[in-house]
């Protein structure tokens, strides 16, 4: 009977099982009993060793409950226990802990909705505290497990609700694992591939990438999935470090593939952009990284599929360029063009496939935008060094292809670059093989030469006002200014080989009027941005050879002739209007003016086919451009025209006229600058660009006869006797063969150092001769023979 009275009696039973009775109400819609909670709480920190038990009690009325359908008490129960977590810090709490993670893991497995939420809210709350000591058996994954699964929950009126405390839960156990680095790694792979292909379903319906209008109140998150899981999205790669990064990256680039998203690529060009914004700008680069070696794996994919990832890398690639450094840029670049080249060689005509090319070009060039000037030029000479230069003979349609993808990429990263100073810009090894490209057989690639170099040498923003030849040129508003030393240095070395693959290329019978406005333009921008003395004279030079070249070469047609005379007409007025050459624009204006009223098809515009009546410009001769009048106008102003009278380094038989059918030494040929450049009177070496150095010339030699001849003979008469001179010597180089040439050039210390051999030769050949006996016996000393006088006796 005692034993049983003592059954039924509440004060035997232990003091925290009774504070813990005492929270609940009758009817559970009274709620919590606020002052037998706080009793419970003083009692908790009071005897911090009763937590445990507290908390372990407060489980199986819970769990029992739960079992029962009696949702009230399930409810306070919890709510106490959360108070309890947040008012209790004592050292023994991971033992609570346990109990608390358990209740919530019961509430989860239920098929409450309510409950479900009410247990996601709690273990955000646990989440947010820091703990003194960790737990280093503690687990989450039944918890990222259950909340990846209410991220796509899809049933009922409480969906969104059930998804956002999904996603709030993954945040929070985010947010709890990566602070402590004790506990379990939340960064496997097992957790990222449950925890990113949720967050990405529910950013699916995000307005941001859509047509729909994304809503604009911050306010709102919170009841809005796709814009909490971007929220969780940016808070876990934010928290990302190097090592895990790619974790991250790998399940999203699945996602995309598994479920289609590629195309169309809104969603995976915000999904990215959202990436490089939220990730360390440090690291930044690896996503690239990674967007191109899956771009290796889908080689197989369709073109559509490729485009896309191509145009996402091309919106997300300059973000990562301001980060990169060092041998990251090349490897990037190399990346990009070595798909070009397997794009190529893949497919030379699918229209997909160019879409494809286009986008990968838009990638390199955006890249190559938000890096600075001197990474640009290596990234230039990088794309030249890439492209072939197969012999003419063996080029295929797919090497064509590959020069002209190439050639679009280097004007793309054109396009981004401030030119300074020319001779940054140009050297040797990025100017010589772009010039050998001005000469290649495609008239498209022609084009596409030209448009790189108006890209480079315009500093001023005078290329719109240039594209197209024009005789007036009054209204163009050209910004001039003088040229600096560098450039003009720039000019004295490299110009004539400029001059000459310009002129070659004008030779070309594939021209179309494009390709001639093309060198016309390159032309004029070179006559703005280089203006000076010696500048003129080249250009006047040019000009003279050209209008050879349109009244004497057979194999170009009627149209291209009139196209060339254009040329030269607006590159005069040009000329004489940039070097304030009055003179020279009155007589320019005047050819103009008569050429429009007798011969309008010599003076722009350009086209493919002319009226059958159009005369040749041999017949006019008065419409031509005269050389002894720009000789005489250009002395009027003070600049030396010797050099337009002497023979003209564009072809052969005379100055200024160009032998039909005859070959020029052109500097294609011998990979280097054409003869002339070298030997004739536009010779340009070191000497030119060094200041306060004179140009020797090859002395004479110094006779009685001939310091005689430089006295009685008239100075008229010896500046002929040179001119001829030096017209022989140049007619020399031009048609003497190399043998020869060498023999001519011969230096003359070779020519001492082979007599002294001789010389030294004999001797040996005479003391290596054995003497006999009886000259050995009568032999003199050397010392007597060579110094009798200190050996008298």
């Known amino acids: 009977m005692f034993e049983g009275c003592c059954g039924c009696c509440s004060a035997f039973r232990p003091r925290y099982k009774r504070l813990v009775d005492n929270i609940f109400p009758v009817y559970p819609q009274d709620g919590l009993v606020k002052s037998n909670m706080e009793k419970l709480t003083f009692y908790a920190l009071s005897s911090p060793e009763k937590l445990d038990r507290i908390g372990e009690y407060l489980y199986q009325r819970g769990a029992r409950d739960i079992y029962r359908k009696k949702y009230g008490f399930v409810v306070i129960a919890m709510e106490a226990m959360d108070q309890l977590l947040m008012a209790c810090h004592a050292p023994t709490l991971n033992l609570f802990v346990e109990s608390f993670l358990k209740m919530i893991q019961k509430l989860l497995e ?17 989440a947010n505290i820091e703990e003194d000591t960790p737990s280093y058996h503690r687990r989450y994954d039944f918890f990222v497990s259950k909340f990846s699964a209410m991220c796509h929950s899809g049933e009922g009126e409480k969906k969104n609700k059930i998804r956002i405390a999904g996603i709030k839960g993954l945040q929070a156990v985010v947010r709890k694992t990566v602070s402590d680095e004790l506990v379990e790694n939340i960064w496997e792979p097992i957790h990222m591939d449950k925890i990113v292909p949720s967050l990405l379903f529910n950013m699916q319906e995000s307005g941001f990438h859509s047509n729909e209008t994304p809503n604009e109140d911050p306010t709102e998150d919170e009841d809005n999935p796709p814009m909490l899981a971007e929220t969780c999205m940016r808070e876990l790669v934010g928290r990302a470090s190097f090592g895990h990064i790619r974790t991250v990256l790998k399940p999203v680039l699945r996602h995309f593939d598994l479920h289609e998203l590629w195309v169309p690529n809104q969603f995976a060009i915000h999904t990215f952009r959202i990436i490089m914004f939220s990730i360390q700008a440090q690291y930044s680069y690896t996503v690239v990284e990674s967007l191109m070696a899956h771009l290796d794996e889908n080689c197989k994919s369709s073109a559509s599929i490729r485009t896309s990832i191509a145009a996402v890398l091309s919106k997300i690639i300059a973000i990562a360029a301001g980060e990169s450094v060092g041998p990251t840029v090349l490897e990037i670049i190399n990346s990009l063009l070595s798909h070009l080249r397997d794009s190529v060689r893949n497919c030379v005509s699918q229209s997909e496939e160019k879409q494809y090319q286009e986008a990968l070009i838009n990638a390199l060039g955006e890249f190559a935008n938000h890096l600075p000037d001197y990474q640009k030029i290596e990234i230039m000479m990088f794309i030249m060094s890439k492209i072939p230069f197969p012999p003419v003979d063996n080029q295929t349609p797919a090497d064509n292809l590959l020069q ?9 990263v054109g396009t981004k670059y401030q030119t300074i100073h020319l001779n940054s810009t140009f050297p040797v090894s990025f100017l010589e093989p772009l010039l050998r490209m001005s000469l290649a057989p495609d008239s498209d690639m022609r084009l596409l030469v030209q448009k790189i170099l108006h890209t480079l040498i315009d500093r001023h923003h005078n290329l719109e006002k240039l594209t197209k030849p024009n005789v007036d040129i009054s209204d163009l508003d050209l910004v001039i200014e003088k040229s600096s030393r560098p450039d003009l240095i720039f000019i004295n070395k490299h110009g004539p080989i400029i001059y000459d693959a310009l002129y070659t290329s004008l030779q070309i019978d594939t021209n179309t009027p494009e390709n001639i406005e093309a060198i016309y333009t390159t032309l004029a921008l070179l006559c703005v941005e280089l203006s000076s003395a010696e500048t003129v004279i080249d250009l006047l030079q040019l000009v003279l050879g050209i209008q050879n070249l349109a009244l004497t070469n057979n194999s170009l047609s009627s149209a291209q002739k009139f196209n060339l005379h254009g040329l030269i007409v607006c590159l005069l007025v040009l000329i004489s209007n940039v070097a304030n050459l009055k003179s020279l624009e009155e007589y320019a204006s005047q050819i103009v003016e008569a050429r429009r009223q007798e011969a309008p098809h010599l003076l722009p515009e350009f086209m493919v086919h002319y009226p059958s009546n159009s005369e040749g410009a041999g017949k006019v001769p008065h419409l031509l451009i005269d050389q002894m009048a720009i000789c005489e106008y250009v002395k009027s102003h003070g600049i030396d025209a010797s050099r337009l009278l002497q023979t003209s380094p564009y072809g052969a038989g005379g100055p200024g006229i160009v032998a039909a059918g005859a070959h020029r030494n052109s500097w294609i040929d011998t990979g280097r600058g054409s003869i002339t450049e070298l030997t004739g009177i536009n010779e340009v070496d070191s000497a030119a660009s060094s200041p306060g150095v004179q140009r020797k010339v090859p002395e004479e030699e110094l006779t009685f006869e001939s310091m005689k001849k430089v006295l009685t003979e008239p100075s008229e008469v010896r500046k002929e006797a040179e001119a ?22 011969q230096p003359k210390h070779d020519l001492l150092q082979n007599k002294l051999n001789e010389i030294f030769k004999s001797l040996s050949i005479i003391e290596t001769r054995s003497p006999s006996d009886e000259e050995k016996k009568n032999a003199v000393p050397t010392y007597e023979q060579n110094f009798p006088e200190l050996f008298f006796y």
């Not at 239920?110 to 646990?126: G, W």
Request: glycine share 0%; hydrophobic share 40%; proline share 2%.
């Open 110 to 126: 239920s098929t409450e909705p309510e409950l479900q939420i009410l247990a996601t809210q709690s273990f955000v709350k646990f």
């Open 404 to 412: 002209s993808i190439l050639l679009k990429s280097l004007l793309k």
């Open 724 to 745: 001829e001179k030096r017209k022989i010597l140049s007619h020399t180089f031009r048609t003497a063969t190399f043998s020869e040439l060498i023999r001519r050039t």
